[in-house]
């Protein structure tokens, strides 16, 4: 199995921060610091549709599991939600102090999560798009959000160096994960939800945690500069840096499978395609490049 360079999207003006599939594969949406949020198809890499209601810089954009909503968070310190269809906005979310930097749905689809440079997380209602919850206790901004695929777990990565757990039920935090240096730009769950990765910045490493036990299982060597962003696809898993590359390594072992060279400056997002054929990484280049998976 190899992945080689598919094709390159081209229209951002500035730094593409985030990038994510649909759910059904059939669009690919990236969010940039030049303001916008645009749509792509993903196979003939054509642009659909480009929105400007954000005025600052957009930090992330996702989808709930049964893509019926389209979220995005920005420096101009609110978190809109879309209409996947109509491409209208449907609501405005408004209470961070600081920008929002991340954000993630619940897998029911009905909380969404939101981490902002103000060290709070925050929960949302999605229906009514009001405020559920607000989680204190990092010390410096929240970087990354990710729930457990069972749903009852948080995971907030912050640049005070730690990943702490939450417990869905009583918003407490249970466990706090030590041992990265500097921020931790992401956290994320393996599908099973048996293992939590998470990139740290000034030691360059990624770090792969048994989320029940809190202790750090492997810690996995070989970028050069900051990780950026991780993303799970079934037995791999994949990791974006400031040294310009994509790291594919297995997800059992974190045995280094792959470096993925084509960026000229960071890989700020990766995401992988629902059927696993497809990686796109958004870059510092201010382009979207498209990985295709050869078996």
Not at 13 to 18: D, H, K, L, P, Y
Not at 59 to 74: I, P, Q, R, T
Not at 80 to 97: D, F, I, M, S, Y
Not at 113 to 135: E, I, M, P, Q
Request: hydrophobic share 35%.
């Amino acid at each position: 199995m190899k992945t080689v360079e598919f094709s390159t999207l081209t229209g951002h003006t500035r730094s593409v921060r985030s990038v994510v599939f649909s759910p059904d594969g059939s669009t690919l949406v990236s969010a940039s610091l030049d303001c916008t949020i645009k749509l792509w198809d993903p196979i003939n890499g054509a642009h659909k549709e480009t929105l400007t209601e954000h005025k600052l810089p957009v930090n992330c954009v996702l989808f709930n599991a049964e893509g019926s909503a389209l979220a995005s968070v920005s420096e101009d310190k609110t978190i809109r939600l879309w209409c996947p269809t109509t491409l209208n906005t449907k609501a405005v979310l408004v209470g961070h102090t600081d920008w929002v930097w991340s954000a993630a749905f619940s897998p029911d689809g009905q909380t969404l999560a939101s981490g902002s440079l103000d060290n709070t997380v925050r929960l949302w209602d999605v229906a009514s798009g009001t405020h559920k919850a607000t989680l204190r206790g990092h010390t410096g901004s929240v970087l990354s959000v990710a729930f457990s695929p069972d749903g009852n777990t948080l995971a907030s990565g912050s640049a005070d160096a730690t990943v702490r757990l939450w417990d869905i039920n009583s918003w407490q935090c249970r466990t706090t994960l030590i041992g990265h240096k500097g921020n931790i730009y992401s956290a994320v769950f393996s599908p099973d939800g048996r293992c939590l990765a998470s990139g740290g910045s000034f030691d360059k490493t990624i770090r792969l945690w048994d989320p029940t036990t809190g202790q750090c299982k492997v810690t996995l060597a070989g970028h050069t500069d900051r990780v950026w962003s991780i993303i799970y696809n079934d037995t791999v898993f994949a990791s974006g840096s400031a040294d310009n590359t994509i790291r594919l390594w297995d997800a059992t072992n974190g045995a280094n499978k792959e470096i993925l060279r084509g960026h000229t400056d960071r890989v700020s997002s990766v995401a992988f395609s629902p059927d696993g054929n497809l990686l796109a990484s958004g870059s510092a280049d201010t382009t979207i490049v498209l990985w295709k998976t050869i078996r």
